[in-house]
């Protein structure tokens, strides 16, 4: 049986709304992101379990959601599922970021990652979700290098055309892992 995976964006950040690229930094919801957290709780409160990055910002999100495991919901922190390590770069502005991420799909950032090693963590977090949620429901909360991994693994999506495309939020992205 396959598994539902559905992916939801951490919510807005402080940081988000003044155009910084947040990375590894903790980062902080936005009195917007907290509204938006609650929204997403309500809307997936019929996920079987979640999995969160364990970055601050997608921590804080899902407490909001489902506050905290207390709404009944098993929360899994995995640090694969973190946001691409800009190294250097974390906490710089957006433009700036968004501008460089096509030299390092291939090539770390100086001092952090690259995007293909966030796939690479994206895929063995996706190989242990195959052993244990045949036929469930699982909702992952996490950042946009980890939607771009799931596009790419799922859908065949070349990062290419992924790292270069402009954010567009919606309420999730389905996707059937077999």
């Not at 950040?13 to 907290?34: H, I, K, Q, Y």
């Not at 495991?69 to 502005?93: H, Q, T």
């Not at 293909?116 to 950042?143: C, I, M, N, P, Y």
């Not at 290098?145 to 693994?153: D, E, K, T």
């Amino acid at each position: 049986m396959a598994i539902k995976v559905v992916y939801e964006t951490h919510s807005i950040t402080v940081d988000n709304e003044v155009g910084v690229a947040t990375g590894w930094l903790p980062g902080e919801l936005s009195a917007r992101g907290r509204e938006l957290a609650a929204e997403l709780g309500v809307r997936r409160r019929g996920v079987d379990v979640v999995y969160c990055s364990d970055l601050r910002r997608a921590v804080e999100t899902v407490e909001v959601a489902f506050g905290g495991g207390k709404g009944g919901k098993e929360v899994r922190l995995d640090a694969r599922l973190r946001e691409c390590d800009y190294g250097s770069y974390n906490g710089r502005p957006v433009s700036e970021v968004a501008a460089l991420r096509r030299r390092h799909i291939n090539t770390p950032w100086p001092g952090g990652q690259s995007y293909r090693q966030v796939v690479a963590a994206t895929a063995a977090f996706l190989d242990d979700l195959r052993k244990e949620w045949e036929g469930a429901t699982v909702l992952v909360v996490s950042h946009s290098a980890n939607r771009w991994a799931l596009q790419y693994l799922l859908d065949g999506t070349p990062l290419e055309d992924l790292v270069d495309a402009p954010f567009e939020w919606r309420p999730g992205w389905e996707y059937e892992l077999a």
